[in-house]
Every structure is written in structure tokens, then in C-alpha cells.
């Protein structure tokens, strides 16, 4: 097996995600390219790129130290090719993969959802191409003039067959395990994602939206709706960080003094997060609500379950989209009906 340094990490899909983990690792002395698309990258053309976290990591690249090509060029001769686009993005990319980069290179979907790594495949369409799942559990904002920042906290976790590769992708600021069961990991990262919706439709950072107690049962309610829709399907979700997605919906209809002192010991987030399906409204964007909300009224309509806040919140976030003009700035009794 060729060592994982032997040619290029590609970060495919540079964005928010993309791009501050292609700068994190390219600071840690990794190979790194990032290829992504024109708007971010005319931005790190003009100011470079700097990425930086709310534990006060800050690190800075010159416009012509970490460029972001726009060609698929730049999967040439890659070892790792970690995918961050979004999810409707994800077929376009694979048949990237399979027309520039090396069947020996390893694939990482690094992406919201549960149901990416299967579509790279599908778009690749090569049997013995590695193509593993991966979890991204924080939160990265784009501030403008190429900085982007990392605001709540959590380690990556990847799908165990490549030997070697999360301790290759650990570097400061970024911690990577490798798991033996992702499917389950997946799922319980997307129950956690179900807030992405709610932060988008309420317009607040993310800190202020969850300490607020009637956003928090909003969305307990929602997790509710999906553990007993995975309930419904056979699956046992597991806790992608913090403790499991069985005891989330108590946790967050906590009084607001005792849900505080116990997310403090669950996660760290910057008063500068917000999800990045807010950002998708702002800048007009196609959001992921079919790979999230989508993903659990699939379930529930396939096994008699119920989940009518999740249709309301893909609702909203459709006429959101439609409409064009940025976060509605909803309540959470508009989205109760």
C-alpha cells in the first residue's frame, strides 16, 4: 500500500468545511490542495486564507501559498480526496473522482447526511476505489476576505479501512478517529443536524437560538420525531458527540440555567455560529433540508411513523429558499402550526 503522504491531499470542495480543514492540515505540513469554485476562491486570491477557532488557533496562508484551483486538474495524482461539497453536489463530484484522480486514491465523504459515501460509489463506479464515510461535528462560518472560522468544538470521526488515515488527517486543531460502526454515527449526527433548519429560519446565532427554552423544545420535539422514526426502522442511532440521541430532547427541555451548566461540559460554541444552512439562505443557495429533515420523513412515511414537525420545518425552509431574501427570522410557535 503506497504511504499516505505519497502524493496530494485533496480537500474537493473548498468552502467553509473544505477549506479550513485543507488550512488547518496544510499548516500541520500536509500536501494539500483545495479545489473548489470560483467565489472562494477569487476571495483567497485577493486575501489569502485564514483560518482560525474559538480556541484560538490562527493560522494564515499568502494568496499564492494555498490557492484554490478551480480545475479538476487538481485531483491529478491525489492519495486523499476528502469530499465537502454539499450534498447535491456529491454525484457531480464523484464523476470528478472518477475521471481525474487514481483508482488507488482513498475517498472520504466528509459531508452532512447518511447517505453520501453510497452515492460516491454509485458516481465512481469502481469496486476496488476506497471510499469511506466521514463526520464533520463542528461548525465553520466564513467571516469574509478568506477567513474562515471555526466555532463550536468536536472531533471528526471516519470509517475504519484505511490504516493510518485518521492519525494522518490529526493535526492541531482538528482531531480524527476512526469507528467501526459509521452508519449509526451517521444517523446520530443527523438528529443533532435537524437544528441546522431551525437556526437558519430563526436568523440568530446559534449560542443565542440554544439558550433560548422555546427554540430548544422545538427541537427536541424534532429529535424525538426522528428516534422514533429510526425507532420504526430497525436502526439504533449512536452519539456522534456528546452523550447519546436518546437523552438529547430531555436535555434541551432543561430550564435554561440547568441546560447551560450542562452543555458546557457537551460542546463548545463561539458566539460567531451559525449553521451553514442559514448561510446557504443568505447567499441564495440550494440547502441540505432533503438529507436532513428529507432523510427522516423518508423513514417515517416507510414505517408508519410521524414526524410533523419535520415536514413544517422542510416547508419553511422551502418557501425560504423560493423566496430568496435571506432567513425568514420565524418564531418557533410559527413553526409549531
Not at 480543514?21 to 473548489?36: D, E, S, T
Not at 461539497?85 to 465523504?109: C, D, F, Q, R, Y
Not at 429510526?230 to 440521541?245: C, E, H, I, N, S
Amino acid at each position: 500500500m503506497r504511504p499516505l503522504e505519497d502524493g496530494p491531499l485533496v480537500i474537493a470542495g473548498a468552502g467553509s468545511i473544505g477549506g479550513w480543514l485543507g488550512g488547518v492540515l496544510a499548516a500541520a505540513g500536509r500536501p494539500v490542495r483545495l479545489f473548489g469554485r470560483p467565489r472562494m476562491a477569487g476571495e483567497v486570491a485577493a486575501h489569502g486564507l485564514r483560518v482560525t477557532d474559538y480556541a484560538a488557533l490562527d493560522r494564515r496562508f499568502a494568496p499564492d501559498d494555498l490557492p484554490i484551483e478551480t480545475e479538476p486538474g487538481a485531483l491529478a495524482e491525489a492519495r486523499i480526496v476528502l469530499v465537502c461539497v454539499k450534498s447535491g453536489a456529491t454525484a457531480e463530484m464523484g464523476a470528478l473522482i472518477a475521471a481525474h484522480a487514481p483508482p488507488g486514491a482513498i475517498v472520504v465523504s466528509c459531508q452532512n447526511g447518511v447517505r453520501n459515501a453510497d452515492v460516491l460509489r454509485e458516481a465512481i463506479g469502481r469496486p476496488t476505489q476506497p471510499i469511506l464515510a466521514g463526520m464533520i461535528p463542528f461548525n465553520v462560518v466564513a467571516m469574509g476576505e478568506g477567513r474562515l472560522h471555526r466555532a463550536t468544538s468536536g472531533a471528526v470521526k471516519i470509517a475504519e479501512g484505511a490504516p493510518g488515515l485518521a492519525a494522518y488527517l490529526t493535526a492541531p486543531g482538528v482531531e480524527v478517529e476512526a469507528v467501526a460502526d459509521m452508519p449509526s454515527i451517521l444517523w446520530g449526527k443527523l438528529l443533532l443536524n435537524l437544528n441546522n433548519a431551525l437556526n437558519a429560519l430563526s436568523d440568530q446565532p446559534l449560542l443565542t437560538q440554544l439558550q433560548d427554552r422555546q427554540w430548544r423544545r422545538l427541537l427536541a420535539d424534532q429529535i424525538a420525531e426522528g428516534l422514533a422514526a429510526l425507532k420504526a426502522a430497525g436502526v439504533r442511532p449512536m452519539a456522534a458527540t456528546g452523550p447519546p440521541p436518546g437523552v438529547m430532547p430531555p436535555i434541551l427541555r432543561l430550564p435554561t440555567p440547568l441546560f447551560r451548566m450542562v452543555a458546557a461540559a457537551m460542546l463548545k460554541i463561539d458566539p460567531a455560529a451559525r449553521s451553514s444552512m442559514w448561510e446557504d439562505l443568505q447567499l441564495g443557495r440550494p440547502t441540505e433540508i432533503d438529507e436532513l429533515q428529507g432523510a427522516i420523513l423518508a423513514l417515517a412515511e416507510a414505517h408508519g411513523a410521524a414526524a410533523p414537525i419535520a415536514a413544517r420545518v422542510t416547508k419553511a425552509i422551502r418557501a425560504a429558499e423560493a423566496a430568496g431574501a435571506g432567513s425568514p427570522g420565524l418564531t418557533p410557535d410559527a413553526l409549531r402550526g
